[in-house]
């Protein structure tokens, strides 16, 4: 394996999200689907965390395959305001086994925002240090088996997301 980068960014949402009903917010759930096809040829691995008509990603592969992605990203109508919170070599991934894991809104983000006197989801106001944080606080939820792997089909249809 080659040398590795972690790459953490956050983006505004440029649709106005709707309520849920299989558990992922359509467009949300669109972005994963093509997160994870377009992640597993590329040897991407990540997170995503939508809240608060806010993205909260984490790119991990190797450096030109991690920036041609985030280009790839910027590119992508759905979103802007797109801000790198970090940017560094690792050694190893935090999110080896998924293309790209989805975390939903849970009690641990809430506390994470707490803690540090944040009232909504505002990632693009994270420091560099609170990006990393959050990076981690997944990888021990994906550790502990907390959060969400791969969504459920019977909460998650893509004949519902996709326009056929």
């Known amino acids: 394996?080659?040398?590795?980068?972690?790459?953490?960014?956050?983006?505004?949402?440029?649709?106005?999200?709707?309520?849920?009903?299989?558990?992922?917010?359509?467009?949300?759930?669109?972005?994963?689907f093509q997160s994870r096809r377009n992640n597993s040829r590329h040897g991407i691995s990540g997170v995503l965390y939508f809240g608060d008509s806010h993205f909260f990603q984490v790119l991990e592969g190797e450096p030109q395959?991690?920036?041609?992605?985030?280009?790839?990203i910027g590119a992508d109508s759905r979103?802007?305001?797109?801000?790198?919170?970090?940017?560094?070599?690792?050694?190893?991934?935090?999110?080896s086994d998924w293309s790209m894991k989805y975390v939903p809104a849970e009690n641990s983000v809430k506390a994470f925002l707490a803690k540090r006197d944040?009232?909504?989801?505002a990632p693009l106001r994270f420091s560099k240090s609170e990006a990393e944080e959050l990076a981690r606080l997944f990888h021990?939820?994906?550790?502990e088996?907390?959060?969400?792997?791969?969504?459920p089909a019977r909460r998650f249809s893509l004949r519902r997301l996709l326009p056929f």
């Open 145 to 151: 088996g907390e959060g969400s792997g791969p969504l």
């Open 140 to 143: 021990r939820q994906q550790a």
């Open 65 to 72: 395959a991690v920036n041609e992605t985030y280009r790839r």
């Open 1 to 32: 394996m080659g040398k590795l980068t972690r790459l953490i960014y956050a983006s505004r949402a440029n649709f106005r999200p709707v309520e849920a009903s299989q558990g992922v917010e359509p467009t949300v759930g669109r972005i994963l």
């Open 118 to 121: 944040y009232l909504r989801f």
């Open 79 to 95: 979103h802007r305001d797109l801000t790198v919170l970090s940017q560094l070599p690792v050694k190893e991934r935090l999110f």
